[in-house]
């Protein structure tokens, strides 16, 4: 599963298997909390993610929802810039 960035304890991930289904989503993993993001709406569609890590992956989304869903549709990862 690549990662794409990693900020504050949060580590965004992305997978392209077979199984991998719309809407295009993004997997946040904190300690052992998880949480899949849609990225158009920004929306947490799964998960036991805290309130304020959902923050911060959102803030994050927000900053870098084109490159995220020109990843999905080219299925080609690349690292992103982690929250400041």
């Given at each position: 599963?690549?990662e794409?960035?990693?900020?504050?304890?949060?580590?965004?991930k992305?997978?392209?298997?077979?199984?991998?289904?719309e809407?295009?989503?993004?997997?946040?993993l904190y300690?052992?909390?998880?949480?899949?993001f849609?990225i158009?709406?920004?929306e947490?569609?799964?998960?036991d993610?805290?309130?304020k890590?959902q923050?911060?992956?959102k803030?994050w989304?927000?900053?870098?929802?084109s490159e995220?869903?020109?990843?999905?549709?080219s299925?080609?990862?690349s690292?992103?810039p982690?929250?400041?």
């Open positions: 599963m690549p794409i960035a990693r900020f504050y304890g949060i580590v965004i992305m997978f392209f298997k077979p199984k991998e289904h809407p295009s989503h993004i997997h946040a300690g052992e909390y998880l949480g899949e849609n158009r709406t920004m947490m569609i799964q998960g993610l805290p309130k890590a923050d911060l992956v803030e989304l927000s900053a870098h929802q995220l869903q020109a990843m999905w549709d299925q080609q990862i690292k992103l982690p929250l400041e």
